[in-house]
């Protein structure tokens, strides 16, 4: 519970405060038993709530706090409901959307308990695909969620065969299914495009001269030489094979849909796939094979956007604007503005201010300080939210 005292008198004023509450449903409470505010000045109190370990019965509590500065008092009552165990999924998401057949994908699965603790639960993890059916990949048991926890599970699957795949999570108890959830984008999966190069190969039977005769003559000595000296044999490799790398590496985009494909990344880094897509006219499988390419031979990498792969040049050093390009998710855009216009606010005050459930707040919130987009810094028992350079 949050509490914001005003003193609007001329003078500091001391405020005691007391707790009243029925032990049948509270095991605890947490908060302070006096408070020092300043005139003109307020100040934000919060206070903990501890239930019983095991819910009694079905009802609620009635919690007063009682604050007196010594010559007034006001008393505050809450209401507290209990409710059942409120299992959600938070967030299922994968490491990319288009791969080639015979590619691995990446997974993770994310689960939280807005409700009382619940019992054992049972995670069931799948992948539908129209001309497979239903398989189950993955199935893990969960002892118990306590409120406000989180859990979460990452999960490798390698498909068999092309076409759209979508990921699936149900969630059972001891009663059956609580809640499913299907993820709404879904994961192409194609057959690598084959090139094929003809190669036309001419001979001719040499003609007998002076001139060619002393040139077989030489190379005949130089084989005779690279037998013999191991000097002569670094000298070759020296030279020819720094010759040959640079030359794969450098043919590698002579392939006319590379050199466009390289242009429009370098140009607009951070285009996503289907960006690339239209804006080259290619087909999913055509596009995914040539960045596999260009992946593998380190010319561009990517980086996971919620549920996108943006694209940049291989060793892009403008790690601020790469930042900036994954924050797709709208409620982190709402927090980030929120803590940039109130630097100090905690994970509370912003989940009254976006009337979103405080879990919801702190996997955002973990999500955005993993990627320096946010800073956390604790303050005795508040811990608040600032900016960082990036933001």
Not at 21 to 44: C, E, H, M, R, W
Not at 205 to 221: A, C, I
Not at 260 to 287: D, Q, V, W
Not at 338 to 354: A, E, W
Request: glycine share 8%; proline share 3%.
């Amino acid at each position: 519970v949050n509490i914001i005292l005003n003193n609007e008198g001329f003078y500091t004023e001391e405020y005691s405060l007391s707790y009243i509450f029925a032990g049948t449903f509270i095991d605890s409470i947490n908060g302070p038993d006096k408070v020092l505010i300043g005139s003109g000045k307020s100040t934000t109190l919060e206070i903990e709530i501890n239930p019983l370990p095991e819910i009694p019965r079905e009802g609620g509590s009635q919690l007063n706090i009682d604050i007196s500065n010594g010559r007034e008092s006001k008393i505050l009552t809450y209401v507290l409901s209990y409710e059942k165990s409120d299992i959600e999924v938070l967030d299922q998401s994968c490491n990319r959307h288009s791969i080639l057949l015979g590619q691995s994908i990446s997974c993770t699965t994310v689960i939280t308990n807005n409700g009382y603790v619940s019992g054992s639960l049972d995670v069931h993890i799948g992948i539908e695909n129209d001309g497979a059916g239903n398989e189950i990949i993955e199935q893990v048991s969960i002892d118990q969620l306590e409120n406000g926890e989180s859990w979460s599970v990452r999960t490798t699957y390698k498909p068999e065969n092309e076409g759209e795949y979508q990921m699936f999570v149900s969630i059972n108890d001891d009663s059956g299914l609580i809640t499913s959830y299907q993820m709404t984008q879904s994961i192409n999966v194609v057959t690598p495009a084959k090139e094929t190069e003809e190669t036309t190969r001419t001979f001719s039977f040499p003609k007998l001269n002076l001139t060619r005769g002393l040139f077989g003559l030489s190379f005949l000595g130089m084989g005779y030489q690279f037998r013999r000296s191991e000097n002569f044999k670094y000298l070759t490799f020296k030279f020819f094979i720094p010759l040959y790398s640079r030359l794969q590496k450098d043919t590698l985009a002579d392939e006319p849909t590379r050199q466009k494909l390289l242009r429009r990344i370098y140009s607009e880094p951070g285009a996503n796939f289907t960006e690339l897509k239209e804006g080259l006219g290619l087909h999913n499988g055509t596009l995914a094979h040539h960045i596999y390419i260009l992946e593998n031979h380190q010319m561009i990498t990517s980086q996971r956007s919620g549920r996108q792969r943006l694209f940049f040049p291989f060793g892009s050093t403008n790690k601020a604007r790469i930042r900036t390009l994954l924050i797709t998710n709208e409620t982190q855009k709402e927090i980030i503005e929120i803590v940039k216009d109130n630097p100090g606010i905690t994970q509370s005050m912003i989940s009254q201010r976006l009337s979103v459930s405080r879990q919801k707040i702190n996997y955002h919130v973990n999500s955005l300080v993993a990627n320096s987009i946010l800073n956390l810094e604790k303050q005795g028992r508040i811990t608040r939210l600032y900016p960082t350079h990036f933001t």
